[in-house]
């Protein structure tokens, strides 16, 4: 059991320009979930699948940000154009279904410049 | 509606107890979460309760829980400075639904 990993650990971009994360759940978890966190605050949640289907996704989940698990494994969660409150730490979780505990990756630190 | 506190400072000495609280509104709560986070790192997941439990006890970590008063505490005992860092309290409704997290408790540990 290698953990939940995050790819890149570190981005840093230019204002308008789109950014594309990755997530690979620990192995045989069916749930995946995507959460921010900023400077001084707990994590507020994304979005989140059930195997390939997107079950939930938050008000905070504009129209710049899209997800997606196209086979029921790895996730990746893009943010397009981007601005500089998109600054933060984006982490993502995985479980092994409903009523299980969420286990985080160490996440992507987004810089915007 | 769903909201987690916490006090967001505590310190103690190496070698006493931490107290680490908690309030939550939803009474429709079922499992509720510490987490703990290094700085720089994701979450790591300490413990976690069902709402039909008043205690779990894990090695130095003691969670209490009073479903009347909506508060959960976490006792680390023998802290060292190891244990410095941010415990996350999170609470899921129904055990089934995304996390929603205080905004944490920075301990620091003074050798």
């Known amino acids: 059991d290698t953990g939940v990993s995050q790819d890149p650990r570190h981005k840093i971009t230019k204002r308008g320009q789109n950014v594309t994360f990755r997530c690979d759940p620990i192995s045989e978890h069916n749930r995946l979930y995507w959460y921010r966190q900023t400077l001084g605050q707990g994590p507020e949640f994304l979005t989140y699948?059930?195997?390939?289907?997107?079950?939930?996704k938050s008000r905070l989940l504009s129209d710049r940000f899209s997800a997606e698990r196209p086979k029921g494994s790895f996730s990746t969660l893009e943010i397009q154009r981007t601005e500089q409150g998109d600054s933060a730490m984006y982490l993502c979780?995985?479980?092994?279904?409903?009523?299980?505990?969420?286990?985080f990756g160490d996440g992507t630190r987004l810089s915007i410049l | 509606g769903e909201d987690v506190e916490q006090s967001l400072f505590l310190s103690v000495r190496e070698g006493d107890s931490s107290v680490i609280n908690c309030t939550y509104t939803d009474s429709s709560s079922t499992y509720l979460y510490w987490y703990k986070q290094e700085p720089g790192a994701g979450l790591q997941l300490l413990t976690y309760i069902f709402s039909n439990m008043d205690m779990k006890q894990d090695q130095r970590l003691t969670v209490l829980l009073n479903k009347k008063d909506k508060h959960l505490s976490l006792r680390i005992a023998d802290t060292q400075t190891g244990d410095s860092a941010i415990y996350f309290c999170?609470?899921?409704?129904?055990?089934?639904?995304?996390?929603?997290f205080g905004k944490g408790t920075r301990l620091s540990v003074i050798a």
């Open positions: 979780a995985s479980s092994e279904g409903q009523n299980q505990p969420q286990h």
């Open positions: 699948f059930q195997n390939e289907a997107q079950l939930e």
């Open positions: 999170a609470e899921s409704i129904l055990g089934n639904t995304p996390l929603v």
